[in-house]
């Protein structure tokens, strides 16, 4: 079986945040960037400021922001305590309502041509063989699973979908077009309540490992 991380970022949600404060001087001067992490393609329109480097991209719009990274690496929690935690300390004031850890990854079986007995046999479920004949051999599955963990809500959408052209890209073992699935994974704990949403996003920034290693245990529980 194959599957690939193809981002995993942390979202914290809040209403009215002041963009035009996220300026590089300012982000530099709170210690929240290092200067050479300000040198790249910066993005500053009134609606957004994205700030793209060579490991994370951070993007700021009036109702989110946000820490993304597209391939995993040791210091990425760090990362995410110094800059969204940096960030949040400094605009306590801020309304946040919600902190969100995500995790998106790609998946098929070895076998390609086995692919459509496998993806029934995983994904299947009691209603929809019965609207979905066993003959069928151009059906898809997928699900959607919630539950709660690690003090969060957990909701994981996994459906399939045609790999794309740039697919060579992320694994030379697929080509484009084949069928493959998409894991979308989403760890969301409401901030909106709590007596203080800075120390509760804090709190919840400290269990992306975890939230890590539950994703990853779920993805190598699928077997071929």
Not at 38 to 65: C, H, S, W, Y
Not at 102 to 131: C, T
Request: hydrophobic share 40%.
């Amino acid at each position: 079986m194959h599957y690939i991380l193809t981002n995993t970022n942390v979202v914290v949600t809040a209403r009215d945040v002041n963009v035009s404060i996220f300026k590089p001087l300012w982000l530099s001067n709170c210690d929240i960037f290092r200067r050479e992490e300000l040198e790249g393609d910066i993005i500053i329109t009134p609606p957004l400021v994205q700030i793209p480097t060579k490991k994370f991209e951070l993007a700021i719009l009036p109702n989110r922001i946000q820490l993304l990274t597209r391939s995993l690496y040791a210091e990425f929690n760090d990362d995410v305590f110094r800059i969204i935690g940096g960030i949040i300390k400094r605009l306590p004031h801020t309304p946040f309502t919600a902190v969100g850890l995500n995790f998106n990854y790609l998946m098929s079986p070895d076998n390609v041509e086995g692919y459509h007995a496998w993806n029934r046999k995983l994904f299947s479920s009691l209603f929809s063989n019965q609207i979905v004949a066993k003959e069928d051999k151009d059906s898809r599955f997928g699900c959607y699973i919630s539950y709660d963990t690690l003090g969060m809500r957990l909701r994981s959408k996994i459906k399939p979908m045609k790999a794309e052209s740039t697919i060579k890209m992320l694994c030379d073992d697929w080509e484009p077009g084949q069928d493959i699935m998409l894991y979308d994974f989403n760890f969301n704990y409401n901030v909106a309540e709590t007596d203080n949403p800075v120390d509760s996003i804090q709190q919840t920034l400290a269990k992306w490992p975890s939230a890590l290693d539950i994703v990853e245990e779920l993805i190598k529980s699928i077997k071929d």
